[in-house]
């Protein structure tokens, strides 16, 4: 009594989240567009001409790769995963598609090295929304500090959602 049971679907926060916080214009434009993401992602890093269809065998190691990337993985670590669901990816692939993502998408590459610098310098990570950081240590993983931003402001957004509706109710 008195509750609201609240359903949300976040359609890809975090890779939305990583586009802004990265400045990233192309996955900004296609988010904007309301093209699908894993679809232009996958044409971007397959060189996939516009008008052709994306193969789904395609599209989903695209969307893998680009999750597990924007989960802080590098491609030793995307390939094991992806083997599990696919047993043909080489490594070379993986390494491919990495170094396609990062011609594609120039602005991810620069962000992510900028947040480590940041931890190295600092030893945390700030997020821009509400201010709230996390304290890394010098044996903290580069996964877990290249994860740490989209996380975070993910969080953040969903926490701001929640308390704005929460206060609307009142």
Not at 109 to 126: A, I, P, T
Request: proline share 4%.
């Amino acid at each position: 009594p008195g509750c609201v049971f609240i359903a949300v679907d976040y359609s890809q926060i975090e890779l939305r989240v990583m586009a802004a916080l990265a400045h990233c214009r192309g996955l900004l434009d296609i988010f904007q567009s309301g093209r699908d993401i894993h679809d232009e992602v996958a044409r971007r890093i397959f060189h996939i001409p516009v008008g052709e269809k994306v193969p789904k065998k395609i599209r989903t190691r695209a969307k893998n790769f680009e999750y597990g990337t924007s989960y802080g993985g590098g491609a030793e670590t995307i390939w094991l995963v992806m083997l599990e669901q696919d047993r043909t990816i080489t490594k070379q692939a993986v390494m491919d598609m990495q170094a396609g993502y990062a011609a594609a998408f120039p602005e991810l590459v620069d962000f992510r090295n900028r947040v480590y610098q940041e931890v190295m310098d600092r030893g945390c990570y700030e997020t821009p929304l509400t201010g709230r950081r996390r304290l890394f240590f010098t044996t903290s993983k580069k996964e877990e500090i290249y994860d740490a931003p989209q996380q975070m402001c993910a969080a953040d957004v969903v926490n701001t959602g929640f308390a704005a509706e929460n206060r609307r109710r009142q």
